[in-house]
């Protein structure tokens, strides 16, 4: 059973900066490419960015790209999210998820995603 776990969450003001980090358990964590998520009250959960099994692609939703980057340490299991010039519209619980299928290219997609972390609560304030 694969083990998800973010970190990293809190409060900011608007115009600040934050890393999240999710760790994974296993010893297969670098066949399989990676993705962040996230959930607004009220909204559904919508894509971030997602990352390849060795980093070398990695993808953004339009309203994250330019601020917010996506990379990965697979000698840790640990793949991060990098958030700054934090609006107060980033304000989500974040959720790592891994890609379903060892060896898959990166996806925007949340049905190709089957492990999925607890989620880590971001606040930017005005």
């Known amino acids: 059973q694969v083990q998800l776990v973010e970190s990293g969450g809190g409060l900011v003001q608007a115009g600040g900066s934050l890393r999240l980090s999710c760790a994974a358990s296993?010893?297969?964590?670098?066949?399989?490419?990676m993705g962040w998520f996230r959930q607004a009250p009220g909204k559904v959960r919508g894509f971030v960015a997602t990352?390849?099994?060795?980093?070398?692609?990695?993808y953004y939703a339009d309203s994250v790209k330019g601020r917010f980057t996506i990379s990965r340490d697979n000698a840790k299991n640990t793949v991060y999210l990098q958030m700054n010039s934090l609006k107060p519209e980033d304000t989500a619980v974040y959720y790592c998820?891994?890609?379903?299928?060892?060896?898959?290219?990166?996806?925007?997609?949340?049905?190709?995603?089957?492990?999925w972390g607890q989620g880590t609560q971001v606040t930017v304030s005005s």
């Open positions: 998820a891994r890609n379903r299928i060892s060896y898959n290219s990166a996806s925007r997609l949340e049905r190709d995603y089957d492990y």
């Open positions: 296993g010893r297969t964590f670098s066949v399989y490419s």
């Open positions: 990352i390849s099994r060795s980093g070398g692609t990695t």
